[in-house]
């Protein structure tokens, strides 16, 4: 289907409503927002399950009173004693259990026969698999419906099985909204049940359809608003049929056997205005203007095919090909596609089918999946216009691209099938297959900015001041290098067909507008459907589905997917591309625009057309402000922050002795290659091999942690929550083989990259705060605190026996670690007051201590506690505290309990209060010497000092992510969350703040890589003093906004919170930081 078709198409009419202008509307006011208020078309079929889905109980009634010699009518009318207090609609709202209501029910057929009913044997036949199967016309009918993008839901009076399980035998993925009275507590026709079932589809009444065998239900649903069809039931014999409720299993009237789910699909297909039947998808008969002699064309194809004899041709059109017609024909048993230039004069250029002919040829010979061309004709006298043949290729196409009835890994399945073929498109050797002609080399995309803008020039009704804007824009920021090779022109989903059970493209269709040219334009071009509404008329969008959800990669993964598949490097400027390629489609429409103007088309839908063009245009002007954005966040910054701190800080590190210090003391030393130019601010200005890993990580982050947080989440909750979760295992080795592992370790304390990532800590800034937008992927990275913490530690002050011992099982994950310092007993964000004593004792020491507040003491993975105690309570303020490795499984460890944060356990670490009796360490395990626990508390909390900093950005990030995907989609007092002033109010708030926060981030890693970590202690205390803080505020606007929800353990918000919260004494309270701020600032900027 070629998109330049579809603009010119009537069909431009089903979607332009009130939401467009609305949205329209509201864009001009600075929201982004797409409602969509009704209109005139469907967007949901409600089915009735026995009697429309599957057959109705008294069908299967009456074939079981004919076995059983029962006279005919019995179970009906016992069925419907009692009406609505019966034993039969007690059962369907799970009032009486089966056994309950068949023993009921059996005694009152015994008495109404005076006879025992075997009324088991009733039921059994009843829920059998048997009998109880869906109708397959509405099993096709189902898929049509929902390929269109609709939503079915089944609405049913049923009852719970004996096995506890309600009788619904029927493929639950079919529809995307079930409601079953058993479960409900409520039947039909109580007008509860409908309005629950309407809610949860989201949809006004009038916006669905109900089918049902039932008077009393279709007239309940009638009167609530809903479209009704009757599907006809089988005959009743109407003097059974006594009271209101009687018809709650029987519609009294018409008494004649019908029993026809086809007729009721073909009152759904006159309701819906599309076909419900499999046949050949997508084709009716052929247009009377569009017909085509089919005597010589039935001559022409017993030549080409050499057949003999022949049956009758039969000839269908297809709905799509509007520019060039296509025809399905069969003939002897051959299923093949005709497609011919439209009869008329044409343009030299246009509706070249010899072209189409040609590419297909060519890329068949290099193994593209296209339909196999047959001939071309280029004699007119056969069927009047030139005209190719190929053969038909059966197989799914998928309208629309949320892919509904699919599951989340099949969806992307059939996108990563798609990304492949393009691969293999623009793979194609031009000189191999004879293409090197087939269009202009090089300079595609300033030749197709020229051609739309001269088109819509000649086009142009009004100022359109986005196209204006594009109209410079777009060649001030052509492209630099472009490829050549094969382009489609108009690739996305719907012309792709797909293998009916497998994701793989059996063949790519119209190539209308194929030449050669750049293939990202097609990139871009097949990503167009993210940035549409799913209302938008003729390219049905996905932009307001949950894309992650669906399993659909979101466009920015689907460019790296390509680029991955291509082994090309990531393609920067991805947004100049989507820019271009909306600007090409509102070029386009405002070409239909004009043409509606002057032709026949009603004023309302030119009104229409012309409003999607300014849509579309504003559109690839937010693509254009992207790129921009991304322009200048790769401008690197001229090295701003020597300025002043140069003339107060000391390179020279007091507290390491090993002399590695040259790494962070001296600027010109260091390594950090990517920020010793500039503060590297995003991670697209990161050097190409971290770029790839930041990459790497948020493809991680995506398609592994995020997708396992609600699983980790429950194991928290659960009673095994003391031990590991073993899918925090799995994800570790997973995040391990994919080289997403021991990020932390600052390429200043590992300068010969022997532990970690070698990363500066600008670089793993980026990293890390990625990480923070899960509460979970530091551990899967093996980032966590408090091991980071003790890692660097040893890393910086071990030995080499304690490394061995310790660091390695750390490094490798096989371990887990704690720090034991803050003491009930004392204020400890002074570590100077801690009293647990160090005592040398033989060969060991021996420690005895109070502590509390240990985080991961708990976790059964703990091997080493590092302890920190006075081993010399005389000698000098800082020189009286030591730093013990303590293993585990020591004697006279005690964890007494563990400690809750506003009542969360953070299982299975945990923070522990614990007490130390007469706990004897060997004296190899001093870290450093004794007296030197203060420097290396300060020391281990260098660069991991910032890192819940950075992490809390990740939560910020995160937190207002998930408040902006929320008031966009709550309504709340007639409209969205997101067009009350106050939410507006505080998303701009929580953007600025994370922004300043961040920059502080940044600016502090970026002084620590270039100047070391003393140099940079005025900016660590300010960025402390200032992140727990912004994203406490943050967090807690996303939680106001998401309503009580927020605080629920549904979102991870409630644990952001906590945890944000938490750091403002876990990494020391605020008021220190902020005296270490004013003394420095009193010190050296009086
Ligand atoms: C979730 C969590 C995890 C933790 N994990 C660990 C761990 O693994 N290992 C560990 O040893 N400890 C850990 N801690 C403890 C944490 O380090 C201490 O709580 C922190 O150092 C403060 O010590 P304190 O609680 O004794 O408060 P105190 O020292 O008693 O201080 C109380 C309050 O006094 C005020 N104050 C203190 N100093 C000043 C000042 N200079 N100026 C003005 N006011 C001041 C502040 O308001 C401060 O909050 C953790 C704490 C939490 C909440």
């Given at each position: 289907m070629c998109v330049r078709s579809c603009f010119q198409?009537?069909?431009?009419?089903?979607v332009w409503r009130t939401a467009f202008l609305k949205h329209t509307q509201r864009r001009h006011q600075g929201s982004h927002r797409w409602t969509h208020l009704g209109g005139s078309t469907y967007r949901a079929v409600i089915f009735d399950m026995g009697g429309v889905l599957i057959p109705s109980p008294g069908r299967v009634a009456a074939e079981w009173e004919v076995q059983n010699r029962i006279p005919s009518g019995t179970i009906l009318k016992a069925l419907m004693e009692g009406g609505e207090n019966g034993p039969w609609m007690r059962f369907m709202r799970a009032e009486i259990t089966a056994e309950g209501f068949l023993r009921e029910f059996g005694r009152l057929c015994s008495e109404m026969l005076k006879t025992s009913v075997p009324v088991d044997s009733f039921f059994s036949l009843l829920t059998s698999e048997r009998v109880a199967k869906q109708f397959p016309v509405m099993t096709e009918a189902i898929t049509q419906i929902r390929a269109k993008g609709l939503q079915t839901a089944v609405l049913s009076n049923n009852f719970y099985l004996p096995n506890q399980k309600s009788f619904l035998p029927l493929d639950r993925k079919q529809f995307d909204v079930i409601v079953e009275s058993c479960m409900e507590g409520i039947c039909k026709p109580d007008p509860r049940i409908y309005k629950l079932c309407l809610e949860q589809l989201g949809l006004q009444p009038s916006e669905s359809i109900f089918l049902d065998d039932l008077g009393t239900n279709l007239k309940e649903a009638a009167r609530l608003g809903i479209h009704t069809i009757k599907r006809q039931g089988f005959a009743v014999l109407p003097k059974l049929v006594s009271n209101s409720w009687a018809q709650a299993i029987y519609p009294p009237y018409p008494p004649k056997v019908v029993n026809d789910p086809e007729t009721a699909v073909k009152e759904l297909e006159a309701l819906l205005g599309f076909t419900l039947r499999v046949g050949v998808p997508n084709t009716r008969p052929v247009k009377k203007t569009m017909e085509i002699p089919k005597d010589s064309l039935q001559k022409y194809l017993k030549d080409l095919l050499g057949i003999q004899t022949t049956g009758p041709l039969e000839l269908l059109q297809f709905?799509?090909?509007?520019?060039n017609p296509t025809y399905y024909i069969r003939l002897a048993n051959r299923d093949l596609v005709l497609r011919k230039k439209p009869p008329g004069t044409l343009l030299p250029s246009a509706h070249a089918i010899e072209r189409e002919f040609r590419i297909m040829k060519a890329l068949a010979n290099a193994g593209v999946p296209v339909p196999n061309v047959l001939d071309l004709c280029e004699d007119s006298s056969v069927i009047g216009t030139p005209f190719y043949v190929m053969e038909y290729c059966p197989g799914l196409i998928y309208k629309d691209p949320s892919l509904p009835g699919l599951e989340p890994s099949h969806r992307r399945a059939i996108y990563t099938a798609m990304n492949t073929v393009l691969c293999k498109i623009h793979s194609v050797d031009l000189q191999a297959v004879g293409l090197e002609d087939y269009g202009k080399q090089g300079d595609y995309i300033p030749r197709q900015v020229r051609t739309w803008v001269k088109q819509y020039r000649a086009s142009e009704t009004s100022t359109i001041p986005a196209m204006e804007r594009l109209i410079e824009w777009l060649p001030l920021h052509l492209p630099r290098q472009q490829r050549t090779t094969v382009v489609h022109g108009d690739f996305r989903l719907d012309n792709l067909v797909f293998h009916p059970e497998e994701p793989e493209v059996l063949a790519v269709l119209d190539w209308e507008l194929s030449t050669l040219g750049d293939p990202l334009a097609d990139v871009a071009y097949s990503c167009l459907a993210h940035y549409l509404p799913s209302s938008f008329p003729v390219l049905r969008g996905i932009n307001d589905c949950d894309l992650t959800q669906l399993g659909i990669p979101a466009a920015e993964e689907y460019f790296r997917m390509y680029c991955l598949q291509m082994g090309l490097p990531p393609t920067e400027n991805w947004n100049f591309y989507m820019a271009f390629s909306f600007f090409r489609v509102a070029a386009i429409l405002q070409g239909v625009y004009k043409r509606s103007l002057t032709g026949q088309a009603s004023s309302t839908y030119a009104e229409q057309t012309g409003k999607l063009t300014e849509f579309v245009s504003n559109l690839a002007w937010d693509f254009a402000v992207k790129e921009g954005f991304r322009v200048f966040k790769e401008m690197p910054f001229t090295n701003p922050l020597t300025r002043s701190y140069h003339t107060w800080a000391r390179p020279q590190s007091q507290w390491c002795p090993t002399g590695s210090r040259s790494y962070s003391s001296v600027p010109e030393a260091s390594p950090a290659h990517t920020s010793r130019g500039g503060l590297v601010i995003s991670p697209e200005s990161l050097s190409p091999p971290v770029r790839e890993l930041y990459h790497r990580l948020k493809h991680f982050m995506e398609q592994r942690v995020y997708p396992a947080e609600p699983e980790l989440q429950s194991h928290q909750a659960s009673a095994a929550r003391w031990s590991p979760s073993p899918l925090i295992e799995d994800l570790k080795e997973k995040a391990k083989a994919e080289g997403l592992w021991n990020l932390f370790l600052p390429l200043e304390a590992d300068p010969e990259k022997k532990y970690g990532a070698g990363l500066t800590n600008v670089e793993y800034a980026h990293l890390c705060e990625l990480m923070g937008t899960s509460l979970y992927a530091p551990e899967v990275c093996n980032c966590s605190a408090p091991d980071t913490g003790n890692m660097e530690l040893l890393v910086r002050y071990g030995t080499e026996a304690q490394k061995a011992r310790w660091l390695i099982p750390l490094l490798e994950g096989k371990a887990r670690s704690c720090f034991a310092m803050t003491e009930p007993q004392v204020a400890s964000s002074d570590a100077t007051n801690i009293e647990a004593s160090i005592r040398e004792e033989d060969s060991f020491y021996v420690i005895n201590g109070h502590k509390w507040w240990i985080t991961g003491i708990l976790d059964p993975r703990c091997q080493l506690c590092v302890f920190m105690g006075k081993t010399d309570p005389h000698a000098p303020r800082h020189r009286q505290q030591s730093v013990l490795l303590v293993p585990m499984d020591t004697p006279g460890i005690k964890i007494i309990r563990p400690l809750t944060v506003y009542g969360l356990?953070?299982?299975?670490?945990g923070h522990g209060e614990v007490r130390f009796e007469h706990v004897r360490v060997p004296k190899e395990n001093m870290v450093l010497g004794p007296g030197r626990g203060f420097e290396i508390a300060q020391g281990r909390l260098g660069p991991g000092r910032i890192h819940h900093c950075m992490r809390l950005i990740g939560f910020s990030e995160r937190a207002l992510a998930l408040m902006k995907a929320r008031v966009k989609s709550r309504l709340a007092f007639g409209k969205p969350l997101v067009e009350q002033g106050t939410v507006l109010a505080d998303i701009a708030q929580s953007r600025v703040e994370i922004e300043q926060a961040r920059l502080l981030v940044l600016r502090a890693a970026h002084l620590m890589d270039l100047a070391g970590n003393k140099a940079a202690a005025l900016d660590i205390a300010m960025i402390k003093m200032v992140a727990p803080s912004m994203a406490s505020r943050v967090i807690d606007r996303a939680i106001q906004a998401f309503g009580a929800a927020g605080l629920s353990s549904d979102y991870p918000l409630a644990q952001f919170f906590t945890w944000a919260r938490a750091l403002r004494f876990a990494d020391g309270p605020d008021e220190v930081h902020r005296a270490t701020v004013a003394k420095l600032e009193l010190k050296h900027r009086i």
């Open positions: 198409s009537p069909r431009l009419q089903w709905d799509h090909g509007q520019s356990e953070d299982a299975p670490g």
